[in-house]
């Protein structure tokens, strides 16, 4: 794909959702962080359910900490592999107290060393809450960038690599969350939504449906 057709792609998506935002419920860097842990095989719907009654009683380190794991589990239990979530969250928690004064640390290193933190993970927290230009590719923003061909790669990294590199400098703070929600809702795994794509005559898939 040449830059003339990423450019209109990341326009079109721009002009669509000028503000495009996370679907997880936040309002504080550690409330999105322990919303994406949470969030690991599970569904953005699923997770909100679950701190919609947890960060109310509980959100910060020393709250949560407090709860221990199985007063944690009770707030999360509805959320798949909930235990090992609560034991991280909750060694999470621990680690922030006693390195970080209580506060997410702002450095991948830093980030990537807290239990149930990967790189994508990092990657979510320092572009949402810091606003850092970072790259977090999950399976939806794997699959769009490969059946465009906006960026190609044989795994998450070639593919965070790429975007990184190809998407337009003007549109690459935001266009994390443009390719999640383009993914979810437009570029689906089973069956594309081609019929309704904003960017079918820019996108280069040559399987295209007439769905919409």
């Not at 326009?11 to 959702?17: A, E, G, K, L």
């Amino acid at each position: 794909m040449n830059a003339a057709k990423r450019l209109e792609i990341f326009r079109r998506f721009h002009d669509d959702n000028p503000e495009p935002k996370t679907e997880l419920a936040y309002s504080t860097p550690f409330e999105l962080l322990i919303a994406v842990i949470l969030s690991a095989q599970a569904t953005d719907v699923g997770v909100n359910k679950a701190t919609a009654k947890l960060f109310p009683v509980a959100n910060t380190p020393a709250a949560i900490y407090a709860l221990g794991v199985d007063g944690l589990s009770h707030y999360i239990k509805t959320i798949g592999l909930y235990n090992s979530k609560a034991k991280n969250v909750i060694e999470t928690c621990r680690l922030l107290i006693e390195q970080h004064a209580g506060l997410v640390p702002q450095g991948r290193e830093a980030l990537e060393a807290l239990p149930g933190v990967g790189r994508k993970t990092a990657n979510v927290v320092l572009n949402t809450a810091f606003r850092q230009l970072t790259m977090a590719v999950d399976t939806h923003i794997f699959r769009v960038a490969n059946r465009t061909r906006i960026a190609p790669g044989k795994n998450v990294l070639e593919v965070e690599r790429g975007l990184l590199k190809f998407v337009p400098k003007a549109y690459l703070l935001d266009a994390h969350h443009w390719l999640i929600l383009h993914g979810r809702y437009v570029c689906q795994a089973r069956k594309p939504r081609c019929g309704s794509c904003r960017i079918e005559d820019l996108c280069e898939y040559k399987a295209k449906t007439s769905d919409d």
